[in-house]
C-alpha cells in the first residue's frame, strides 16, 4: 500500500461520512456540483493549453526549450475545481435549505452513504489521476518525484480507478470535440 493509497482512502471516508450525515438529496447535489466542477476547470486547463502552445512558439523564437506545463495545470484544474465545486455546495445549500427526506427517516442517511459511495469513487478516480499527470513528467527534486512516481505506479487501486475514469470521461462529453484535458485521461 502507498502513500497514495492511503490518501484516497482517507478522501474517500471523509466523504462517505460526510454524504451519510448529508443525506441523499444534498449528495446528489454534490455529485452534479463536482460533475459542473470538474467540466469547467477542466475547461480551464484546456484555455492554459493554448496559452502554453503561445509559449511555446515564443521560447522556440528565442532558441529556449519549451516550458513543462503539467504542475501549473494541475494546479489550475485542483484550485478552479474545488473553488468551484465549494461554491457549488453552498449555493445548493442557500437554494435549498432542507434536504432531508423526513419520510425516509435513516434511510435518508443510508442512500445518501450509498450515493456518496458513488461520489467518492468520482473524485477518487480524478484525483488519482491528477497525481498521475503530476509526475507525468520528471521535475526537481528528483527524489521526491520518483518516490510520488512510485507511489502512483504502484498504487494497489489505479487500476481500477482508471477504468472508472474512462467511464466519467464519456459522462464530460462536452471535450469529445476540443480534446479532453489530461486529467480524464488515464496517465
Not at 90 to 119: I, P, Q, R, W
Request: hydrophobic share 55%.
Amino acid at each position: 500500500m502507498t502513500i497514495l493509497d492511503i490518501f484516497l482512502i482517507v478522501v474517500g471516508l471523509v466523504i462517505l461520512v460526510f454524504s451519510t450525515i448529508k443525506g441523499l438529496l444534498r449528495t446528489l447535489m454534490m455529485i452534479f456540483g463536482f460533475y459542473l466542477a470538474t467540466l469547467g476547470a477542466g475547461f480551464l486547463t484546456l484555455s492554459t493549453d493554448i496559452i502554453q502552445s503561445l509559449m511555446a512558439g515564443v521560447a522556440e523564437t528565442f532558441g529556449a526549450a519549451p516550458p513543462k506545463l503539467n504542475l501549473s495545470q494541475t494546479f489550475v484544474f485542483g484550485i478552479v475545481g474545488v473553488l468551484l465545486f465549494v461554491i457549488l455546495y453552498f449555493v445548493s445549500k442557500l437554494a435549498f435549505e432542507d434536504t432531508t427526506l423526513k419520510k425516509l427517516g435513516y434511510f435518508d442517511n443510508a442512500f445518501g452513504l450509498l450515493a456518496g459511495g458513488g461520489l467518492a469513487i468520482l473524485v477518487l478516480a480524478v484525483l488519482c489521476n491528477t497525481w498521475g499527470v503530476v509526475v507525468s513528467q520528471q521535475w526537481d527534486p528528483p527524489g521526491t518525484w520518483q518516490a510520488m512516481r512510485t507511489a502512483y505506479v504502484t498504487s494497489n487501486f489505479r487500476p481500477f480507478l482508471h477504468q472508472v475514469l474512462r467511464v466519467y470521461a464519456q459522462l464530460l462529453f462536452q471535450f469529445r470535440l476540443t480534446g479532453y484535458p489530461p486529467f480524464f485521461v488515464p496517465q
